[in-house]
């Protein structure tokens, strides 16, 4: 499968506990976006990396989030002490500059 | 600030008929707009996207759209649907040319009757 991977599908968490989502983008790719999905709304744009690098990161993305692309191909993307209003899907996408985006199946986060 | 409605949250359509979803979009600069689906588990899909140039934009599935920049809209159509194309439909806006940031409608449901 050449496309991109989200791991894991589903987390269930406790409020207050920390998780971590991870993204595999299409390899030859060098742009890599975050998006979070509420039920019943379209996504939102959170941030997004061109290599290693952020460049930019939506108001969204509170203090408890941080994303990271440590070489320029995965991304993790860590919530830290989780509320109830974090529960979401999480969506990763990729692309070449100024290409389409391709977007994984995300990554289903409730909290209890 | 950019945005992008979708005014009907729900639409059901009979398999063979018409279709044609709504979207209307809040931006400054010239749009680059697109239309992506998303089926239960899946991941979201590009339809279609309008840059520049011709307002009348096909794409896959037999899917299309329209620019009107009068109107500030972007609706989908598609002449015939089959039960296959039922999924939630969105809109959305790039703030830039490249879609490294998009706005997404809220989203239109399908559902097809046999």
């Known amino acids: 499968d050449t496309g991109v991977s989200q791991d894991p599908r589903h987390k269930i968490t406790k409020r207050g506990q920390n998780v971590t989502f991870r993204c595999d983008p299409i390899?030859?790719?060098?742009?890599l976006y975050w998006y979070r999905q509420t039920l019943g709304q379209g996504p939102e744009f959170l941030t997004y990396f061109q290599n290693e690098a952020q460049l930019e990161k939506s108001r969204l993305l509170s203090d408890r989030f941080s994303a990271e692309r440590p070489k320029g191909s995965f991304s993790t993307l860590e919530i830290q002490r989780t509320e109830q209003g974090d529960s979401a899907m999480y969506l990763c996408?990729?692309?070449?500059?100024?290409?389409?985006?391709?977007f994984g199946s995300g990554t289903q986060l409730s909290v209890l | 600030a950019q945005s992008v409605t979708q005014p009907d949250i729900h639409i059901t359509v009979s398999e063979g008929a018409s279709l044609e979803l709504r979207c209307n979009y809040s931006?400054?600069?010239?749009?680059?707009l697109f239309w992506y689906v998303q089926s239960p588990g899946q991941g979201l899909q590009l339809l279609l996207k309008?840059?520049?140039?011709?307002?009348l934009v096909q794409g896959i599935k037999g899917f299309e759209a329209e620019f009107k920049r009068s109107q500030s809209s972007f609706n989908l159509r598609k002449p015939s649907v089959h039960w296959s194309d039922a999924a939630e439909y969105f809109c959305a806006v790039a703030i830039i040319q490249g879609a490294q940031k998009l706005v997404f409608g809220q989203g239109t449901r399908l559902t097809i009757n046999p």
């Open positions: 390899s030859e790719h060098n742009r």
């Open positions: 309008y840059f520049s140039g011709d307002t």
């Open positions: 931006y400054g600069a010239t749009p680059y």
């Open positions: 996408a990729s692309s070449f500059p100024n290409e389409k985006l391709f």
